[in-house]
């Protein structure tokens, strides 16, 4: 079996105990998650924490697409986070990924540091009432915005993927994870608004975030808030249909 393993030049003095438990997963740290794709733990090495997320073991012929045509997940997420931070994008610092190969890819690790945060943007659907809610949603209109205008079309702009953390006189700092599909691209308006499709934004939320991108982008509040609601309702029944088929089956 060989291996690739890179690790960012501010780690590499750490990089052989970064090895050692990325060897020993499955009995060093403690989990985060435990899924049915991908698992995720928490590492300590040398008093600092990390977040270590082990992807599926890719099937036959996806391990050769990734072995010799396609980059892999973990070597995705590396880089596209170290494009995020060059564009002045928050995401958990990237620390390094391995790569595992028998034939094709057997094995792939991304290994970041471990990010404490108040809470993700899944809270504001949830908490219609949440403290300060119309202000964390400007905020993250602007946050998406930038992104935009940085030519970063992130398409799992969904709400898990935001890690929100508070900061003083009601500022806060957004955090993308789980970055492995992205696109760097012009976004043109219909790209833009269908990337928020994916965030399952009501009614409300839509208008105070149409609003503040509208002025952002120099457009018709109308015209935003048009296009989406468009995109954002035709994902969502398409969502439900799917699982009214699955409930039926």
């Known amino acids: 079996m060989s291996e690739k393993f890179i690790v960012h030049p501010e780690y590499e003095n750490i990089a052989t105990h970064i090895k050692k438990a990325l060897k020993n997963f499955s009995k060093t740290g403690e989990y985060v998650v435990r899924g049915e794709r991908n698992d995720i733990k928490k590492i300590t090495i040398e008093s600092t924490v990390f977040n270590v997320k082990k992807f599926k073991t890719p099937n036959a012929f996806q391990s050769v697409i ?29 620390v390094a990924y391995l790569e595992r190969f028998q034939g094709g890819l057997r094995e792939s690790f991304y290994i970041s540091l471990h990010l404490e945060y108040d809470f993700d943007f899944r809270t504001l659907i949830h908490e219609p009432k949440f403290e300060n809610r119309d202000e964390i949603l400007r905020q993250f209109t602007q946050f998406t915005f930038q992104l935009h205008e940085h030519d970063i079309h992130f398409l799992d702009h969904s709400p898990g993927n935001t890690l929100i953390v508070k900061k003083e006189s009601e500022l806060y700092d957004f955090y993308l994870i789980d970055l492995n599909r992205m696109r760097f691209e012009k976004m ?39 296009r989406m609601t468009h995109y954002s309702r035709a994902f969502q029944k398409s969502k439900n249909r799917k699982k009214l088929r699955r409930r039926k089956h």
Request: hydrophobic share 35%; aromatic share 16%.
């Open 66 to 94: 990734y072995r010799f045509f396609r980059k892999s997940k973990a070597r995705r997420s590396y880089e596209y986070a170290l494009k995020l931070i060059d564009s002045t994008i928050k995401t958990p610092f990237p």
């Open 188 to 226: 043109d308006f219909n790209k833009r608004m269908r990337n928020f499709r994916r965030l399952w934004l009501s009614k409300t939320m839509i208008s105070v975030m149409a609003k503040e991108y509208a002025q952002l982008y120099g457009i018709g509040e109308k015209q935003v808030l048009e």
